[in-house]
């Protein structure tokens, strides 16, 4: 998880880093020329400049620690460990200074710091130079990923994998700065601003729709490649988190849409000597954008999970089988017998009754999910229902905490047979005691809620945030461990990526509906009932035992 999570952050920065240069040299300057505005001599120019120059910084430095912090990560996650198992320096200075991943991430790191350095030297050649340095970041990146991996075909597979992430840094690298650069659009009242803002909007649409292609043409390419079939999208945790990854595509797209059939005339054809008519498309510019780039800043962390994850591959390796698919696809009630865990805890490989207790916790996990899930749902309406609701999901949370705390891994509080420490540094048991966590958190922030009025009501943003971020280390869950087999392994991790996506999409759902990006009335319903199809899933789907 720490893994695929720090790859995120790093393709975030790296593409936010990215369209600085592609924004500056691709559209304002042009834009300028079309106007016949010398650079740097108009205000909104000179603001969008140093915006741009003050993100390419930020986007490319948290890029950079991001890889070098991963390094860490890799080393330990090859000793089987977390972190926090501790760190041995020279280890890390052998795996950066030896392994090719060592030194290629060395050499993307590397590449930024200088992006970031280059952006801060005035000169007329700043934009092209950190332009270049962030190309070769993309090359970089593109050499560390499953494309450079492959046995066959590894150039024209690390080929499509550069064009796929140079199209997400032209289409989303751009819009997040035009984004980060919202004030200063809006701001934009005077004659020459409003103007530059609509000539770059007239330039960006066609070449957005262009990348666009591009990238599902490439991204097309890559998943045939990797997933080996079509099958394959529902039957391994790659092809689920994929499927994620295109449904929140949906949205991005949409929003693209809207801008480029709906805001973009108007932003043409608009009067600029209307202020308030000025100030109205440029807000609903700002708006649309907003869609877009959250939805697009979610698919391409889900994209940094999905290089994590173990593709199936031509052999279809690590795909469900049609046992597994049959006894997933078949609902049947919850169990009610509960396993003591120290008939079995130790036991290699696990034993029936270790998979019959975890179906077990799995299951009764999944009618809190449930109750919540519906306390939330009362709560989105009026009345008696909605007070009731309002009130009891607090309550249910620190059940669940302890449960998820002490259940989902038993040899930590209840047998005691391992200490935190050990909990800690085991990748496996730090996610689980994480997620009891956050739960925690969530009982803590519920309590403190009472006093908070209306629509914000359950928790405000903070609930949309632990929701996607709980359910992106569910997609990049890895349960491989060496007393597990392969298709148990798989089949707990597609389970998981299928959690993962009902979470994510919940969360995404509730933060667009509170930012008025959704339709409020629609949003109010479906993020607590996916949150109950949730608890439904692992309530009467969650399997171990095929
Ligand atoms: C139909 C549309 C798309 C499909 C089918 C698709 C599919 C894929 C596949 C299969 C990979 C390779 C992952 C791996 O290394 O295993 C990938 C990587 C990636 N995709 Fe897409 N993609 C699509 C659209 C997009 C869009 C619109 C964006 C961004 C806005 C995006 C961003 C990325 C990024 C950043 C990576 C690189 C991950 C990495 O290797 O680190 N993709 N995509």
Redesign the pocket.
């Known amino acids: 998880m720490e893994h695929s999570l720090l790859?995120a952050l790093a393709?975030a920065g790296l593409?936010t880093a990215v369209g600085g240069p592609l924004l500056i040299l691709g559209l304002l300057r042009p834009a300028e020329r079309a106007w016949g505005i010398e650079s740097e001599q108009d205000e909104f120019g000179r603001a969008l400049g140093k915006g741009a120059a003050r993100w390419v910084v930020c986007g490319a430095l948290l890029a950079a620690a991001a890889t070098l912090l991963d390094l860490f990560v890799q080393v330990a996650e090859l000793r089987g460990k977390t972190v926090f198992s501790g760190v041995d320096i020279a280890e890390i200075v052998r795996f950066a200074t030896r392994a090719t991943v060592g030194r290629l991430s060395l050499a993307r790191a590397g590449a930024l710091l200088l992006m970031a350095a280059a952006t801060l030297v005035p000169g007329r050649h700043k934009w092209s130079v950190t332009g270049l340095l962030g190309c070769s970041a993309i090359v970089l990146?593109?050499l560390v990923?499953?494309?450079a991996a492959q046995p066959v075909g590894r150039y024209a597979a690390i080929a499509v994998?550069v064009a796929?992430?140079s199209?997400?840094a032209i289409?989303?690298g751009v819009l997040i700065q035009l984004l980060l650069a919202r004030g200063t659009i809006q701001r934009a009242s005077s004659g020459t601003g409003v103007a530059l803002v609509a000539e770059i909007v007239r330039r960006f649409s066609p070449v957005a729709l262009i990348v666009?292609s591009l990238?599902?043409l490439?991204?097309?390419l890559?998943?045939w490649r990797?997933l080996g079939g079509v099958g394959a999208l529902f039957t391994s945790a790659?092809g689920l988190t994929?499927l994620v990854?295109?449904a929140l595509?949906t949205l991005?797209l949409f929003a693209g849409l809207v801008n480029y059939r709906i805001i973009r005339p108007r932003l043409l054809a608009m009067d600029r000597s209307n202020a308030d008519a000025v100030k109205l498309v440029l807000r609903r510019f700002g708006r649309m954008l907003e869609l877009e780039v959250t939805a697009?800043l979610l698919?391409?962390t889900v994209?940094?999970i999905?290089?994590s994850?173990s593709?199936p591959g031509q052999n279809g390796s690590l795909r469900l089988t049609e046992r597994q698919t049959d006894a997933f696809l078949e609902p049947r009630l919850p169990a009610v017998r509960m396993v003591n865990p120290a008939t079995f805890y130790g036991a290699a490989p696990r034993t029936v009754d270790d998979l019959h207790y975890s179906e077990f916790t799995h299951h009764w996990s999944g009618v809190m999910v449930c109750l919540l899930g519906l306390c939330w749902l009362a709560q989105a309406g009026s009345g008696r229902a909605a007070e009731w609701g309002g009130r009891s999901w607090p309550f249910l949370l620190v059940p669940f905490a302890a449960f998820v705390v002490v259940a989902s891994d038993p040899e930590v509080w209840w047998l005691r047979r391992i200490s935190i420490g050990h909990a800690l540094s085991d990748p496996q048991l730090l996610e689980h005691q994480l997620g009891g966590g956050m739960i925690l958190l969530l009982a803590w922030l519920g309590w403190r809620d009472r006093r908070r009025a209306g629509p914000e009501r359950p928790l405000g943003y903070a609930l949309p945030i632990i929701m996607v971020l709980g359910s992106l280390s569910l997609l990049g869950h890895a349960h491989s461990t060496l007393i597990t087999d392969d298709a148990l392994a798989n089949l707990i991790n597609v389970q998981h990526a299928v959690f993962g996506a009902f979470g994510l999409i919940a969360g995404t759902v509730r933060w667009l509906g509170l930012r008025g990006l959704f339709p409020r009335q629609a949003a109010r319903w479906l993020w607590p009932g996916l949150v109950i199809g949730l608890g439904l899933f692992m309530t009467f789907c969650y399997r171990e035992v095929v």
């Open positions: 790859h393709l593409i990146t593109s990923s499953h494309a994998q796929h992430i199209g997400a289409w989303m666009v990238l599902v490439s991204g097309v890559a998943a990797y790659y994929l990854k295109l595509l991005a697009g698919v391409i994209a940094g999905l290089a994850v593709p």
